[in-house]
């Protein structure tokens, strides 16, 4: 049985859509960033980053492995599965690509760009012009791989779809006054965004966890 620990952000919400993709059971325990619950001694020893996600998988036998950092829990659940990662060959190549590009660019980028765009109390121009600027480069990225792939790896939906999803979908969201005027132009963004959010899964995972 796997134990999810996890919060209501995007890096937050990639692993219950790939649990629910993968219909494996599994429980969640929320962890509310907004309270210091991630620096709580239990949960640092599951994920001694202090952030979420991580999980901890259990046999029969009851022995358990640990996993923290989003790509490598998608890795994992994939390995586990056998399912939407590609086991050898260039395709699996593909799809670790745009993992890695997700987890080492979209994601901080963004992140970022909502700090200083959103949250940050006191204003830095800089600040904002910069990740605005490295957002805006990233999703035209993804808007030229999606004008010539169904999917952002490729032929095939696979984690790095899902990766990407939540991140997207805050742009859409909740920094749509700093992103949304050029999301609204990138078509093959806007068709990926409609293929990947009629998915039941993707519909269930993005409503999770709740924060009650
Ligand atoms: N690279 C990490 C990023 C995880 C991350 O930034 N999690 C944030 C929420 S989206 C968090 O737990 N923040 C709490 C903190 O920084 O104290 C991953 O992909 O799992």
């Given at each position: 049985?796997?134990?999810?620990?996890?919060?209501?952000t995007?890096?937050?919400?990639?692993?219950?859509?790939?649990?629910?993709?993968?219909?494996?059971?599994?429980?969640?325990?929320?962890?509310?960033?907004?309270?210091?619950?991630?620096?709580?001694?239990?949960?640092?020893?599951?994920?001694?980053?202090?952030?979420?996600?991580?999980?901890?998988?259990?046999?029969?036998?009851?022995?358990?492995?640990?996993?923290?950092e989003?790509?490598?829990?998608?890795?994992?659940?994939?390995?586990?599965?056998?399912?939407?990662l590609?086991?050898?060959?260039?395709?699996?190549?593909?799809?670790?690509?745009?993992?890695?590009?997700?987890?080492?660019?979209?994601?901080?980028?963004?992140?970022?760009?909502?700090?200083?765009?959103?949250?940050?109390?006191?204003?830095?121009?800089?600040?904002?012009?910069?990740?605005?600027?490295?957002?805006?480069?990233?999703?035209?990225?993804?808007?030229?791989?999606?004008?010539?792939?169904?999917?952002?790896?490729?032929?095939?939906?696979?984690?790095?779809?899902?990766?990407?999803?939540?991140?997207?979908?805050?742009?859409?969201e909740?920094?749509?006054?700093?992103?949304g005027?050029?999301?609204?132009?990138?078509?093959?963004?806007?068709?990926?965004?409609?293929?990947?959010?009629?998915?039941?899964?993707?519909?269930?995972?993005?409503?999770?966890?709740?924060?009650?």
């Open positions: 049985m796997i134990t999810l620990y996890t919060w209501t995007p890096n937050g919400r990639k692993i219950p859509i790939m649990l629910e993709e993968l219909g494996i059971p599994y429980t969640i325990e929320t962890v509310n960033i907004g309270e210091g619950e991630q620096f709580k001694p239990e949960f640092l020893a599951i994920s001694p980053n202090n952030k979420i996600p991580a999980i901890v998988d259990t046999d029969a036998d009851g022995r358990t492995v640990a996993v923290f989003s790509g490598a829990i998608l890795t994992y659940l994939a390995e586990k599965t056998g399912r939407l590609p086991a050898s060959g260039p395709e699996r190549y593909k799809v670790l690509e745009w993992l890695h590009w997700q987890i080492g660019g979209l994601g901080p980028m963004f992140g970022q760009l909502g700090f200083f765009e959103l949250r940050a109390k006191e204003k830095s121009e800089l600040a904002s012009k910069h990740f605005l600027d490295e957002a805006e480069r990233l999703l035209g990225v993804m808007d030229r791989q999606l004008a010539h792939h169904s999917w952002l790896a490729g032929a095939e939906y696979s984690i790095a779809d899902i990766a990407a999803y939540p991140w997207v979908m805050a742009a859409a909740k920094m749509r006054p700093v992103l005027s050029q999301l609204e132009s990138l078509h093959n963004v806007q068709r990926w965004l409609a293929l990947v959010g009629a998915r039941p899964a993707v519909q269930r995972g993005m409503a999770l966890p709740k924060a009650g």
